[in-house]
T-cell receptor, first 114, second 112 residues
Framework: DADVTQTPRNRITKTGKRIMLECSQTKGHDRMYWYRQDPGLGLRLIYYSFDVKDINKGEISDGYSVSRQAQAKFSLSLESAIPNQTALYFC?????????????FGPGTRLTVL | QKEVEQNSGPLSVPEGAIASLNCTYSDRGSQSFFWYRQYSGKSPELIMFIYSNGDKEDGRFTAQLNKASQYVSLLIRDSQPSDSATYLCAVKGGTSYGKLTFGQGTILTVHP
């Protein structure tokens, strides 16, 4: 079984709809992240959480919110989706902070907002 | 200026050649540097990390770091068609404590 899972894998929605993307992990990591990827822009950080009680905004948090329901679960919500939120969304996890810490990525959710 | 910038692609090399991927960063306090490979439609996977000046080799891959020049590179020797992917440079530390800042990625194509 995959260590980091994301649901749904694909989603098409309409402008103004509320949508939630979910991430679960079995790696036992405390740190979780949400990124979006757009062509030519690499990965940009939306929100991150270093433990259940710690939530932080990333560089592009406007229009998004998150919930850390447990160590293993981190959800991303779009309260009122708009077309420029069409992108590929990745969840990632990492262990306690060390210089060489790797982030492990989920398979991604492809979101289309019409 | 972008915080992390990679050489613009796409980069195309023949099979067996050396592919050179470059990355510069603006935060002089950055401490760790990562290269991720991402196949089309897949998630990024880590292939190399480096945090000391100099070279680090792992099989056909060599990462090079020059903190004075704020420059990190990835060399792929004996390039194979299976190396065709997008390569993402990521930087950690400095003002982005605990987080990774990614470059925009370089698309590499290795043609037979």
């Amino acid at each position: 079984d995959a260590d980091v899972t994301q649901t749904p894998r694909n989603r098409i929605t309409k402008t103004g709809k509320r949508i939630m993307l979910e991430c679960s992990q079995t790696k036992g990591h405390d740190r979780m992240y949400w990124y979006r990827q757009d062509p030519g822009l690499g990965l940009r950080l939306i929100y991150y959480s270093f433990d259940v009680k710690d939530i932080n905004k990333g560089e592009i948090s406007d229009g998004y919110s998150v919930s850390r329901q447990a160590q293993a679960k981190f959800s991303l919500s779009l309260e009122s989706a708009i077309p420029n939120q069409t992108a590929l969304y990745f969840c990632a996890t990492s262990d306690v902070d060390r210089d060489w810490n790797e982030q492990f990525f989920g398979p991604g959710t492809r979101l289309t907002v019409l | 200026q972008k915080e992390v910038e990679q050489n613009s692609g796409p980069l195309s090399v023949p099979e067996g050649a050396i592919a050179s991927l470059n990355c510069t960063y603006s935060d002089r306090g950055s401490q760790s540097f990562f290269w991720y490979r991402q196949y089309s439609g897949k998630s990024p996977e880590l292939i190399m990390f480096i945090y000391s000046n100099g070279d680090k080799e792992d099989g056909r891959f060599t990462a090079q770091l020059n903190k004075a020049s704020q420059y990190v590179s990835l060399l792929i020797r004996d390039s194979q068609p299976s190396d065709s992917a997008t390569y993402l440079c990521a930087v950690k530390g400095g003002t982005s404590y605990g987080k990774l800042t990614f470059g925009q990625g370089t698309i590499l194509t290795v043609h037979p």
